[in-house]
């Protein structure tokens, strides 16, 4: 009958967890410390990667990285539009226009400019941590793409009926400290010259 009980054996003398360490051996290199863990935007910017690189794989003929320009880009962000969760109103739609509509309509649900122009950004570093290349043939930098995202954002804009803001900088005391520097300067000169 066999058992599947192990008894422990005593370890050899110069075994280097043996409370008798006679002889010195040398310690084993040490291990390479874990990596750390991924930031959320290195997680998210490698899943972009690898959803546009599965992208180019599902085309007919698949392309490599070193196949795809531009154009291929703006047919990704196109293709993303059928997973958006923002809903975008047609001019005919009689909601067009309103930030909050009162009731349902069959208008499409696209992507969100901001997140679009976020992944941009994303794929655009990735694109060149992956070799791509200098960041004036980026493709996701192209200028086509810019303009792409600007006719998105405007549409949506109109669309929902909310005009695109910039955000303003906020000021830091140290602009504040120059401004009334400047402030105090100039009128200091305004008063020895007069």
Same mark, same amino acid.
């Given at each position: 009958?066999?058992?599947?009980?192990?008894?422990?054996?005593?370890?050899?003398?110069?075994?280097?967890?043996?409370?008798?360490?006679?002889?010195?051996?040398?310690?084993?290199?040490?291990?390479?410390?874990?990596?750390?863990?991924?930031?959320?935007?290195?997680?998210?910017?490698?899943?972009?990667?690898?959803?546009?690189?599965?992208?180019?794989?599902?085309?007919?003929?698949?392309?490599?990285?070193?196949?795809?320009?531009?154009?291929?880009?703006?047919?990704?962000?196109?293709?993303?539009?059928?997973?958006?969760?923002?809903?975008?109103?047609?001019? /005919?739609?009689?909601?067009?226009?309103?930030?909050?509509?009162?009731?349902?309509?069959?208008?499409?649900?696209?992507? !969100?400019?901001?997140?679009?122009?976020?992944?941009?950004?994303?794929?655009?570093? !990735?694109?060149?941590?992956?070799?791509?290349?200098?960041?004036?043939?980026?493709?996701? /930098?192209?200028?086509?793409?810019?303009?792409?995202?600007?006719?998105?954002?405007?549409?949506?804009?109109? !669309?929902?009926?909310?005009?695109?803001?910039?955000?303003?900088?906020?000021?830091?005391?140290?602009?504040?400290?120059?401004?009334?520097?400047?402030?105090?300067?100039?009128?200091?000169?305004?008063?020895?010259?007069?």
């Amino acid at each position: 009958m066999s058992s599947d009980h192990h008894t422990p054996t005593k370890d050899p003398p110069d075994h280097p967890s043996s409370t008798s360490n006679h002889h010195k051996q040398p310690l084993p290199p040490p291990q390479p410390q874990p990596q750390q863990p991924l930031s959320r935007y290195e997680s998210q910017k490698r899943r972009d990667w690898n959803t546009f690189i599965q992208y180019l794989k599902s085309q007919n003929p698949p392309l490599m990285m070193s196949q795809f320009d531009y154009t291929h880009v703006l047919s990704f962000l196109r293709y993303l539009d059928q997973f958006g969760k923002t809903k975008v109103h047609h001019q /005919a739609c009689v909601f067009f226009g309103q930030p909050d509509p009162p009731g349902p309509c069959t208008c499409p649900l696209r992507q !969100a400019w901001g997140s679009l122009d976020a992944l941009i950004g994303r794929l655009r570093a !990735a694109y060149e941590e992956h070799g791509g290349g200098s960041p004036e043939t980026n493709p996701f /930098a192209n200028g086509s793409i810019r303009v792409h995202l600007r006719e998105v954002r405007e549409s949506q804009a109109k !669309a929902r009926g909310i005009p695109y803001r910039k955000k303003k900088r906020r000021k830091t005391k140290n602009d504040v400290v120059v401004v009334k520097k400047e402030v105090a300067n100039s009128s200091n000169h305004n008063q020895s010259s007069t």
